[in-house]
């Protein structure tokens, strides 16, 4: 025997024990969340392969560590001079590499869950399941690795550690040959945190946004959107968090500038300078650029290009902040409500042309103030409060979730009491906003009859519809007021 071999101690040993234990019950329920059938089964395939790819193994490998990991500590516990205790020695510096790139891939999951899944409750599984169960053991088997190198002192953990092939190796996600893993994220945004003095404008934000979608943010006034999507751009620094575009985090500022266009909430541009002239200004600003009358024509400015800024309409100046962003041609564009302020014809004119940018292959990233902009528009959308995203999902797949297929909406005058409105049958909900009363019912027909014949007490109704249920009674329901208040 080796001289220098200690007998590994009991009490490290039994600490093995309990971490592979706990490991286990890990495995076991990433394995379920992966076959849970709120899972989309055609994501499935990719979603496995990621896995694979990110880690290393896949969940029979993983098993298979799992079982070696117990045999060795059951074999050594019996007999601490046994050939296992080699092995597993010997196993160390190729374990430590596989639990480094995992524990990566738990770290990242919980912003991956929302991508997979698209009701709150299984993101909220499992981030608990990546966050608590994940990456405390894995970390916890990375430490006891090294400790159990320490004692052995077979490969000293510095040379693993300043291994290159190994830190390319925990890159590996962000590897452009994972097809489907890397292509897919466009903005990724982890627990990110911002506060002013007592004010948590951005209270842990996570989610991803796929290349090529448009993806809204929507909110109140003061709910976070613009600190948000300014730390998104790079205007603003998070206190903490992680903000990754195209795959490169802001340490890699000018790379990201020359990729992301942005569109300020009031772009102060030189009235004085002529359309042509000030699009030529913002070109300037790139190192690569696209021919100033392609930006002008996908605008609609053609007629406008020679004229000054200060004589451009409203929606002219909108459509001239918008190829602004779009002169470097970037792949992720940023628009802080790109049509506030504006009349309904041409707020129409802009989301014909944000969407022929999503038809050129570019991911855009809004914030709104308006439920109607949100629903024609956005691919996925995330409804922000007090600095916490509480909802996420497509429009549709909101709307369901909330308010079902139809809702009843009337006006009303006088007093409208909440007991007088408890009173129709099958009532889910109800909102007040202004004269108008929204009413969900699982019996609408019977609820519609109630109000034509029975009415409510000490109000006069007046015009009643049934409608499909649309993003503003969602927006209504979750934050208890309307968003243009
Ligand atoms: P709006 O729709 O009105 O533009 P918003 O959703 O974009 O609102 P933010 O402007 O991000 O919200 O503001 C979020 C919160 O942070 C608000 O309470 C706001 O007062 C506060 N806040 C934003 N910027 C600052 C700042 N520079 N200093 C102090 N507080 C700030």
Not at 16 to 27: A, C, I, P, T
Not at 229 to 248: M, V, Y
Not at 393 to 398: N, S
């Amino acid at each position: 025997m080796n001289e220098e071999k200690d007998n590994v101690p009991n009490i490290l040993l039994d600490e093995g024990r309990e971490l592979g234990e706990r490991f286990e019950d890990y495995l076991v329920k990433i394995h379920e969340g992966f076959h849970n059938k709120r899972f989309p089964a055609p994501l499935r395939p990719m979603a496995l392969g990621g896995f694979r790819v990110a880690t290393g193994r896949d969940i029979a490998g993983w098993h298979q560590i799992q079982k070696d990991w117990m045999r060795y500590i059951d074999e050594i516990a019996e007999n601490p001079q046994s050939s296992s205790a080699d092995e597993l020695f010997e196993q160390i510096p190729e374990w430590v590499g596989l639990f480094q790139k995992h524990l990566v891939f738990a770290q990242r999951a919980p912003m991956q869950a929302s991508r997979f899944f698209q009701d709150r409750q299984s993101i909220v599984d499992a981030e608990k399941i990546f966050a608590e169960n994940g990456v405390k053991v894995i970390e916890a088997k990375i430490n006891w690795l090294k400790r159990l190198m320490s004692i052995r002192r077979i490969v000293a953990i510095d040379t693993l550690e300043s291994d290159t092939g190994l830190r390319a190796s925990l890159g590996l996600y962000h590897d452009s040959d994972v097809r489907g893993v890397e292509n897919l994220a466009a903005v990724e945004v982890v627990d990110v945190r911002k506060t002013y003095g007592d004010v948590k404008a951005i209270d842990g934000i996570t989610f991803s946004v796929d290349k090529g979608e448009i993806f809204g943010l929507l909110g109140p006034n003061g709910a976070g959107k613009t600190t948000l999507i300014e730390c998104l751009e790079g205007i603003r620094t998070p206190d903490s968090g992680e903000i990754i575009i195209l795959g490169e985090t802001y340490a890699k500022k000018n790379q990201i500038r020359e990729k992301i266009g942005l569109q300020l909430q009031s772009t102060g541009l030189f009235p004085t300078l002529t359309v042509k002239e000030t699009l030529s200004m913002y070109i300037s600003f790139f190192k690569k650029a696209l021919p100033i009358d392609n930006v002008i024509a996908w605008v609609n400015l053609a007629e406008k290009s020679s004229s000054q800024v200060r004589n451009l309409s409203g929606g002219q100046y909108q459509r001239l902040s918008l190829a602004i962003a779009l002169v470097n041609d970037p792949d992720v564009l940023f628009l802080d409500e790109p049509t506030t302020g504006l009349d309904p014809r041409v707020r129409r004119d802009l989301w014909d042309i944000i969407l022929a940018v999503k038809n050129r292959g570019k991911t855009v990233f809004l914030t709104t103030h308006y439920m109607d902009e949100a629903e024609r528009l956005c691919d996925r959308l995330a409804v922000v409060d007090r600095g916490r995203i509480i909802e996420l999902g497509t429009p549709d797949e909101l709307i369901r979730r909330h308010i079902g297929e139809k809702s009843i909406e009337f006006t009303y005058k006088g007093n409208i009491s909440g007991q007088e409105i408890a009173k129709l049958p099958g009532l889910l909900n109800h909102w007040i906003k202004g004269d108008r009363v929204i009413v969900v019912s699982e019996k609408e027909q019977e609820a519609l009859s109630f109000l034509l014949k029975e009415g409510l007490s000490n109000t006069e109704i007046g015009d009643i519809i049934v409608r499909r249920g649309t993003l503003e009674d969602v927006f209504l329901k979750l934050t208890n007021r309307g968003i243009e208040s």
